[in-house]
């Protein structure tokens, strides 16, 4: 299988599609990746199979390689390890005409090329609103104010000294598949569905930082969690959450500190919550009695519906799932067995299972989930399938521990409209052609 050609847009390219996105033209980026994949397609069959000679033997296995024969490099040649240059095309990519500057845009994570359950901390997406920062780890504080018997400041070393736990979970943005609302967008997984990451967060329960400054938990119903970048960013939490001990305020991610692009040193961690709640550079958290109805729930992040009114605090991400092989952009090179394989989640808790179709929901399979199932994290699929060489529709739907049911784009639509941007959790197809490629298509 070839793999997709991720970086067919240059940052022109990208200013361009901002451009021609403005008249409702999408013409630019379906042309620049038809011609990366016309231009990749011949020379990378070989390059990326080096197929075994007809006759004469296998090189590869008759001689010995240089790997074999020397000396390979030192212990400790990285201080810290880097991946392959043979993976170097596996990165974040940036958004495709979402937003005009780089400081308040998006980065989308490869969910072609990862495997299991965890997006390495390099390659987890990005939104920002006004750029990223390193923050110096020895000045910065947290406060706890509000309707509590005593404001308190904390500092990184006083939270780092308290009892942790450590989780997985999910983020997602709200408006991850926001593009795909209308019709067809982009071409491949990692723009359709790349705004989105799982990771193992490390920190102290919230409810614990509360309960030091002696939080009203009877008559404080809600809290304000702020962070400290330029946009100050700003999101109400229900105190049901909080109570639940899930909600976390994170330092660690995969086994060490956070990284800058992900919030660091501080983070509050909502799961299964719209990653805009998930406040970056967490600086201060208020406890209060009603909504605080910030700039970012108020004006941003609302679903519109279909009579012209919006929907406010609807926050919780809905069962989901995306076949990531074979996806859009992949070249299926013959007939034969395949793996299929992708992600399923649930901000509402675990995935029950996942059901695969080749024919366009016809037919119906339920496919293998990989342990572990945890709640509000990615679940792993696969299913056996034997392509035949002839068009085929692929498919996933998932159900979640609650019974919910990922919906058909007729079904979603049906609810909410096409002119929406947030919380599209809508079943995605994929055309494999009699060619072997692999493309974007919606069913009506």
Known sequence: MLKAPENFLSKDGIKT???????????????????????????AALSQVNPV????????????????????????????????????????????GLTQTTQASVSF?????????????????????QGWWDIDPSKHRFMVNGMVKEAKVFTMDEIMRLPSVSRFHFIECGANTAAEWGNVAVPTVQYTHGMISCSEFTGVPLITLLEIAGADLKNGKFVLAEGGEGSSMTRTIPMSLILSGEVLVAYGQNGEMLRPENGYPLRLVVPGVQGVSWIKYLRRVEVGDKPYGTKDEAIHYIDLQPDGTHRQY?????????????????????????????????????????DVSVDGGRNWRQARLETPVLSKAFSRFNIDWVWDGKPAIIQSRAVDETGYVQPTYKQLRAVRGTRSIYHNNAIQSWLVQENGEVKNVQLS
């Open 17 to 43: 599609v901002v451009a021609q996105a403005r008249g409702g033209r999408r013409d630019f980026i379906r042309n620049a990746f038809a011609a990366a994949v016309a231009g990749a397609a011949a020379p």
């Open 53 to 96: 000679p007809v006759e004469g033997g296998d090189a590869n296995i008759l001689v010995l390689p240089e790997h074999a024969k020397g000396l390979g490099l030192g212990v400790a040649t990285d201080g810290y390890g880097k991946p392959s240059k043979y993976e170097a095309n596996v990165q974040r990519r940036q958004s495709p």
């Open 109 to 129: 994570a490869p969910l072609q090329s990862l495997f299991g359950i965890i997006t390495p901390s390099g390659l987890h997406f990005e939104r920002h609103h």
């Open 314 to 354: 609807t926050s919780i991400q809905e069962c989901k799932s995306v076949v990531t092989t074979p996806s859009g952009g992949q070249v299926l090179l013959d007939k034969g067995f395949y793996n299929i394989t992708g992600l399923a989640w649930s901000g509402k808790g675990k995935i029950k299972k996942v």
